[in-house]
């Protein structure tokens, strides 16, 4: 395996590997969400590229960028044992260096959901994996289906902007209790880390009342509420049912329906999602 | 010369092209200036890829879109003779396809001169000039002087987005009086065009002005206002004497100088622009 920091290096390397090449973008601190990806572009590709940068423009000025955790050393040890072909571990000033001022915008699909609550937080997403996928070109980058609107935005991102990379989706990987993994997790504290699988009981709820009939977003929100206002540590930031690729909000389920979540536990924004009709 | 108006096709074909491919992208109507992009497109390169595409997302509410002259057959066989590999002429309804919400930003370098007269101009040239990127991955891509601002975008949006082609910049194409070549040139009535020339005469001007130790903007912008109010069918939008990478206005000019200028001719916006201290 070998790491590369510097943007000449990777693309020096790049010109040498073996195609197809598969490539797991990611913040680091990783954790068996992310293993799942590289092994899936292990398995389907001749290179697996993962990239470790804690992104600094998709955090808005009150967000978490500082406090985000890192483990580079222990996640280079988790990438060689899965078999990493190239780790890129790019410097912040190389990915924006002074005078940057160039962003990848997508509309619509990022109005609702964590855009709503995230302001610039997709333009920065974007704009760094059109930056990654122009410096690895990979053949196929792999994403979780956990960060749902994410999934939307960079497939519309990539089909809008002809790039000829293919986003492959995996499924949400979960601890034994239904929490939906994630770096963020490390922040709960033990009573919060017992209270955080309510936002998976609330969705199990939702798929419950679908599966037995209903159809009406409003109500399967108000039960999915229900039930979490009734643990103490969670306040509820918005619970959606939406079109899975326009994503907005549905006002009757006929077809496929995104039901998903965001949930402060105590001062962690969680969020998770299934799919209706799939 | 191959014709290709779809994009599955000149995909397909993309992959059995000589390296390197240099490309031209145009909205037809073509002219000296552009055939001086493609000449230097097939020197540099095995394949020449010319494309023709009348972007409608770089045309404000209020501009020439319906207008803008067109002629693709005489633009084919001006090709043809040029010994263009790969003519692209793309519909725009599979370039902006329902649904399209993505869009490259370029912010700074857009704010003053042509951006600040056409709001969404530059939106428009970057997204589709990465679109065509992505499409034709050219190693190089060819754009005229004349367009001084684009230039600066496009530098601009490849090195912010590490996109992989080169940018090569040729010089300002002219008519015998000094008229800078411009498909939109063909909007002009005798007189107009018997006034037009004067955009020219005033950058020589500010030329002379710089020449003779003038390196006061203001100044040189005041003695090439003056010229061009001589002229009764011209009126001036802006004169500029600005840092030719940030576009910033200059108080007194010390290294290179662009003096760019937008001037009215009748109903006709038309551009120029010179480089002081090359």
Redesign the interface.
């Known amino acids: 395996m070998e790491v590369i920091e510097g ?1 000449a290096d990777l693309k020096r390397e790049r010109r040498h590997l073996k195609e197809p090449v598969g490539f797991v973008p990611t913040m680091g601190y990783l954790h068996e969400g992310h293993m799942s990806l590289v092994r899936r572009a292990k398995k389907e590709n001749s290179t697996a590229i993962v990239s470790i940068f804690v992104n600094p423009t998709q955090f808005g000025p009150k967000e978490d960028l500082d406090k985000y955790p890192r483990d580079v050393p222990r996640d280079l040890e988790m990438l060689e044992k899965a078999g990493a072909e190239i780790v890129f571990t790019p410097m912040a000033q190389e990915i924006y260096p002074e ?11 990022t109005e609702n959901l964590e855009g709503a609550h995230r302001p610039g937080h997709f333009r920065g997403v ?2 760094v994996v ?2 990654l996928f ?2 690895v ?1 990979p053949t196929r980058a792999y994403f979780g289906q956990k960060d749902a609107q994410q999934v939307v935005v960079i497939k ?2 990539v089909g ?5 990379t293919s986003i492959v989706v995996c499924p949400t990987i979960r601890e034994w209790d239904g929490l939906a993994m994630s770096s963020r997790n490390s922040y709960l504290s033990i009573q919060e880390r017992r209270a955080a699988p309510v936002l998976y009981r609330s969705l199990l709820l939702g798929r419950k009342l679908w599966e037995q009939g209903e159809r009406n977003p409003d109500d399967i929100r108000k039960e999915m509420a229900g039930l979490i206002e009734k643990e103490p540590l969670a306040s509820v930031s918005y619970i959606s049912v939406a079109d899975p690729e ?1 994503l907005a909000e549905i006002d009757t389920i006929k077809g496929k329906a995104l039901v998903s979540l965001a949930v402060n536990i105590g001062k962690t924004r969680l969020i998770d999602n299934i799919t209706l009709g799939e």
Chains 1, 2 share one sequence.
């Open positions: 943007i005078g940057f001022c160039t962003w990848v915008d997508v509309e619509k699909v974007a704009t059109a930056k122009n410096l070109e519309r991102m809008d902007l002809n790039m000829g326009t």
